[in-house]
């Protein structure tokens, strides 16, 4: 089985900073991409940042700037730095994996449970 869990959500002030932390556990021959995703009160999914095997990383327009994604491929992990937070910014945030359990497999989408991000103005 793969697991991926994440930590590091709570609670921020306008301003300040959080970082969030992924990591895929369990049997797997490989990760491809990871990534960030969020979904605030009302509103659909969205893609926030991701980052391929080798480190390059996309982001959305909003957070261009003040969130950055890097991650450790020794460790199996993906973190998000986030800066400068804003009100905006309240949402659940969820960890995306693409993982190929075997060699012959192409990646599939597994996602963590989500951490709550809530920034106060």
């Not at 969020?38 to 926030?48: F, S």
């Amino acid at each position: 089985q793969v697991h991926v869990v994440e930590s590091g959500g709570g609670l921020a002030q306008a301003g300040g900073s959080l970082r969030l932390s992924c990591a895929a556990s369990g049997s797997f021959f490989s990760i491809n991409a990871m990534g960030w995703y969020r979904r605030a009160p009302g509103k659909q999914r969205e893609l926030v940042a991701t980052i391929t095997g080798g480190s390059s990383a996309n982001y959305a327009d909003s957070v261009k700037g003040r969130f950055t994604i890097y991650r450790d491929n020794a460790k199996n992990s993906v973190y998000l730095q986030m800066n400068s937070l804003k009100p905006e910014d309240t949402a659940v945030y969820f960890c995306n994996a693409k993982i190929s359990r075997y060699y012959y497999e192409m990646p599939t989408d597994y996602w963590g449970q989500g951490t709550q991000v809530t920034v106060s103005s």
